[in-house]
């Protein structure tokens, strides 16, 4: 079984929407929280001061670690299934706050938009089971 390590962020703004990150896998598309896996030996929170600076351009300081969730996808349900193992995806999901930068989109990554939406909004988008997670774990509701 192939195991994978990420942390992604809940980022809120004073209006009460969230930052949410459109992610590009294959020919699938969809909406998620931004964030993604830890580089060998890289620490949690950098790594998701990193994974949003690059999807987002935006710098943001860690509050709270709001939960872990894991989940072992099946082998025929895998983006990549020439692997031939089930992979085991433990997400590490975090509340944080924009401390500067500029709302851009990715270049050349694995997403390609950076969007606000209300969390009503984003209930509504064609998205990653991650968010609704991510929104549970923060006590957000639509």
């Not at 004073?14 to 590009?24: P, Y």
């Not at 924009?98 to 950076?114: C, F, H, P, Q």
Request: hydrophobic share 40%.
């Amino acid at each position: 079984m192939d195991l994978r390590v990420a942390a992604y962020a809940v980022i809120t703004d004073d209006d009460g929407r969230i930052l949410l990150a459109h992610g590009r896998q294959g020919r699938r598309t969809a909406w998620t929280l931004p964030g993604g896996g830890l580089e060998s030996g890289e620490d949690p929170e950098n790594a998701v001061r990193r994974e949003v600076r690059e999807e987002t351009g935006y710098r943001v300081r860690v509050d709270e670690l709001l939960g872990i969730h894991s989940r072992v996808i099946p082998e025929g349900r895998r983006v990549h299934r020439d692997t031939g193992a089930p992979l085991h995806a433990l997400r590490i999901v975090y509340r944080a706050a924009i401390t500067g930068g500029r709302l851009r989109d990715e270049v050349g990554g694995t997403t390609d938009r950076a969007e606000w939406f209300t969390v009503a909004a984003a209930r509504s988008l064609r998205r990653v089971r991650l968010i609704d997670i991510g929104l549970k774990m923060a006590g957000l509701r639509a």
